[in-house]
């Protein structure tokens, strides 16, 4: 069981990893010399990233969430219909799984917490 769980928690480890690294985009401007840089034009409009990335949070929780009430669900069923040494056994895995589910909840939270934060700290 133990290798099964490292095993699945390598790939998800690796996936995010991956889409992290694939997210990371390089801009490069042919022709531009920096020192002659004026200063000119040096407002960034910031709407369209910050749309794009509340997007993506809000899948990412509502996928984690719905992905977290099915397991609930199943490992619900199986608890219920399960001899007493199964029953063991999902007490046993009963717990990651609610510290895992309190983590995605909270992620959510603590990033909006967190922007909230920095945009009105960067906007004052």
């Known amino acids: 069981m133990k290798k099964k769980t490292m095993k699945v928690f390598s790939i998800l480890v690796l996936a995010m990893m991956m889409v992290s690294f694939l997210s990371m985009t390089v801009l490069a401007a042919d022709g531009y010399d920096p020192l002659k840089y004026n200063g000119e034009n040096s407002q960034v409009n910031t709407e369209k990233m910050d749309s794009i990335g509340q997007s993506i949070v ?10 977290s009430v099915i397991v609930l669900v199943v490992l619900g069923i199986k608890y219920m219909m399960g001899s007493a040494e199964e029953k063991a056994e999902y ?12 983590f995605v909840f909270a992620a959510s939270t603590l990033a909006s917490v967190i922007y909230n934060f920095a945009s009105s700290t960067l906007v004052s």
Not at 91 to 102: D, N, R, S, V
Request: no cysteine; aromatic share 4%; glycine share 10%.
């Open 91 to 102: 007490k046993k895995t009963l717990l990651p799984y609610i510290i895992g589910a309190a």
């Open 58 to 67: 809000n899948i990412i929780t509502t996928a984690g969430s719905i992905i």
